[in-house]
């Protein structure tokens, strides 16, 4: 098949959309595909010689220090080089690339796409629209609060307002982030100031939640398949950016050893979020275990990490499915999906 793959883009998490990039990349053309890279923030092609794919390892700062011009996407998707595409392969996390705004580009060029569409993206991108689904359909979620901040102003009535509904610890994240990127874990109020700038750097809307002690696991689903739970032993407290993207920073554990009961619970929540959501092709509903075997639902990912550390894939292999082969099963199912204009 003819394959445009688009990793990289502008947001926080371009390192590891690069990263997830690579290895997708090297998958289809094992499989035989005619690839196509594109990084939408530069607008200019991931393959060749003197590009970032030929280069990985990845130089972070080489990564980083590069011009972003966004929607420049719109332009390279008009390349003669790219008629005839079967399909784009999205492999782009955070930002425009996973809330919506390139599938719905990509929907208003009737091009065939890979994961989720514009209007799940852009629900599962909101973690407060999000939970108000899930506490809709009686799947348990941290309590929370969000705090819409247009002007980034941070006041003593604004902590007051928190420490009276909330006790500590609380989490405080920015509202539409991922990779743990701007997010605290605040054990007094001495320390919510700090920890509201830190997601403010990110956005203005910010999350607050009452933070669940537990263990983290975290259910994988393609197409409503849910695979193996995989819990995640975070080297850090939380599973934060060092943890989720360094080597040995993080213990995982496929199948988790929870009872079996818990585990099939987890697993058909996880399918009723990826319905509720509306999701598509390959997902990652995260959740924290509490030690009363209830599980609280924190987020459905879109676009799950497809690096050598990801879960999704290691999930997908406890359930032998091999990368390769289960990059196959996401472009079919972008393929089976029909054209919306
Ligand atoms: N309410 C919470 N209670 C306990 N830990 C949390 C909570 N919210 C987030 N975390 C920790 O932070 C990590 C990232 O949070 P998550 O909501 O999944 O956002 P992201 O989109 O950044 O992955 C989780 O994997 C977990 O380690
Ligand atoms: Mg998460």
Redo the contacts with the bound molecule.
């Keep these: 098949m003819k394959i445009l793959l688009l990793a990289g883009g502008g947001s926080g998490e371009r390192e590891v959309s690069l990263t997830s990039g690579k290895a997708v990349c090297d998958a289809l053309l094992r499989l035989g595909h005619t690839v196509r890279a594109i990084d939408p923030a530069t607008g200019k092609s991931l393959l060749g010689d003197d590009s970032i794919f030929a280069a990985f390892p990845l130089d972070t700062n080489a990564a980083n220090s590069q011009e972003l011009v966004p929607l420049t996407l719109a332009g390279a998707l008009e390349s003669p080089d790219l008629h005839n595409l079967d399909i784009v392969f999205v492999v782009l996390h955070g930002g425009a690339g996973e809330n919506g705004s390139i599938q719905n580009l990509l929907e208003l060029s009737g091009m065939k796409f890979t994961g989720s569409d514009m209007t799940a993206s852009a629900v599962a991108m909101d973690?407060a629209i999000s939970k108000r689904l899930f506490e809709s359909q009686g799947i348990l979620t941290?309590d929370?609060a969000l705090y819409r901040l247009p002007t980034g102003r941070i006041d003593d009535a604004l902590c007051r307002k928190i420490t009276d509904q909330f006790s500590f610890p609380?989490?405080v994240?920015?509202n539409d982030?991922?990779?743990?990127?701007?997010?605290s874990?605040v054990d007094s109020a001495d320390d919510l100031p700090a920890a509201l700038k830190k997601a403010l750097a990110h956005t203005s809307n910010i999350l607050v939640?009452?933070?669940?002690?537990?263990r983290?696991v975290?259910v994988s689903v393609l197409d409503g398949r849910a695979f193996p739970v995989v819990e995640?032993k975070?080297a850090n407290e939380?599973?934060?950016y060092e943890?989720?993207y360094t080597e040995g920073k993080s213990e995982y554990i496929v199948p988790a050893k929870i009872p079996a009961a818990t585990a099939t619970q987890l697993q058909e929540t996880a399918g009723r979020v990826f319905d509720i959501i509306g999701a598509s092709g390959l997902a990652r509903v995260?959740f924290?275990l509490a030690e009363d075997d209830r599980f609280?639902c924190?987020?459905l990912?879109t676009v799950p990490g497809m690096t050598n550390l990801s879960l999704a894939p290691m999930a997908a292999k406890a359930a032998g499915i091999e990368f390769d082969r289960l990059m196959n099963m996401v472009i079919d199912s972008g393929m089976r999906r029909p054209i919306r204009t």
Excluded: C, F, M
Excluded at 177 to 183: D, E, F, K, Q, Y
Excluded at 209 to 214: D, K, L, R, V
């Design positions: 973690k941290p929370w609380i989490i994240k920015p982030s991922g990779s743990t990127i701007g997010l874990k939640e009452t933070y669940i002690t537990g983290e975290t995640i975070p939380l599973y934060d943890a989720k995260d924290i609280y924190l987020e990912n």
